[in-house]
């Protein structure tokens, strides 16, 4: 019997690094997604992984896997992705999250979709040793989320549209030295690192009911002032900021960066009159328009031969 499933990636909205502090965040998932087929084979683990950093993660999940289900016999597992591990839409998390939910339906051990976040997560800790945990959610619900570190709460919104430019800064982040790095700043300064995550906390709050309401105006707005926290954390960077500069000046409602910082993406709230200014501004700013839709669906089984 062979499995196919497929696990989408994410974007940030609102709210990031103050999630790894007992802060809400909110995610979205995007169309471009991670698919993984699985074989029972007599023994051992063959996996065949383009992209080297998912083998490791592929790995950790069997390994998590069979050992709380205590299942047998060998596996060939080969992964295949839509988009490129660059841009920080959380292929690490897409390939985990779809390596559990594939083992699941290929052992038919039926897991509710808070378990396989709670195995996910449990890989994502031991393989990088921070995070909250918010990209698994994203990958196993799909939509947009409201979350809460560690998934003490995942509500999924009722958003329908989500008119956004996302932009590739040309340079990759590496999200966990940057939550390492970051950590060891907030030691030495924990009354001033706890103020803004108080600040980012209440645009989530406000975010969340706006976002229902399509109120792109103040989400705009909100963007603006979580990107200015952002800087103040000390995560965004020239390029970063010049881009999403460039998009608001080019008439977007708002823009900041999402994710870890440090490169990766930025996104701008658009409103369709003004999508193709927003997208040049971006360009010619030497950023790189990619083209994903958010509000994409979570885990699912596409194909059992
Ligand atoms: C990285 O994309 C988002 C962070 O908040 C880390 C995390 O939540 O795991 C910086």
């Not at 700043?185 to 108080?198: A, G, L, T, V």
């Not at 701008?268 to 994409?296: D, M, Y």
Request: glycine fraction near 10%; charge should be positive; charged fraction near 20%.
């Amino acid at each position: 019997m062979e499995i196919e499933v497929s696990a989408p990636g994410k974007l940030m909205l609102f709210g990031e690094h103050a999630v790894v502090y007992n802060r809400p965040c909110i995610v979205s998932a995007v169309s471009s997604r991670m698919k993984v087929k699985l074989e029972k084979i007599p023994t051992g683990l063959e996996i065949d992984a383009p992209q080297t950093k998912d083998f490791r993660f592929v790995e950790e999940a069997v390994r998590i896997f069979k050992e709380k289900y205590k299942t047998n016999g060998g596996l060939k597992i080969k992964t295949q992705s839509d988009f490129s591990s660059q841009y920080g839409f959380g292929s690490s998390s897409a390939v985990t999250v779809a390596t559990i939910f594939g083992l699941s339906q290929l052992y038919q051990i039926p897991l509710t979709k808070k378990e396989i976040f709670d195995l996910g997560y449990q890989v994502t800790l031991n393989i990088q040793g921070v995070g909250s945990g918010f990209d698994i959610a994203a990958a196993v619900f799909g939509g947009v989320l409201y979350f809460l570190t560690g998934g003490k709460t995942i509500k999924p919104l009722s958003v329908k549209n989500l008119p956004i430019v996302v932009g590739y800064s040309g340079i990759k982040a590496d999200t966990p030295k940057i939550v390492k790095s970051l950590k060891l700043k907030i030691r030495n300064n924990k009354e001033k690192f706890n103020q803004i995550f108080d600040k980012i906390a209440q645009i989530v709050e406000v975010a969340k009911i706006e976002l229902e309401k399509e109120n792109w105006k103040k989400l705009g707005k909100l963007m603006n002032e979580n990107h200015h926290l952002l800087q103040q954390l000390g995560v965004s960077t020239k390029k970063l900021d010049s881009l999403c500069q460039a998009a608001v000046s080019a008439g977007a409602y708002g823009a900041k960066l999402s994710g870890a910082g440090g490169g990766d993406c930025m996104i701008a709230l658009v409103s369709e009159n003004k999508r193709q200014a927003v997208e040049s501004a971006i360009n010619k700013t030497g950023g790189k328009v990619i083209k994903v839709n958010p509000n994409a669906e979570g885990v699912f089984n596409y194909l059992i031969n």
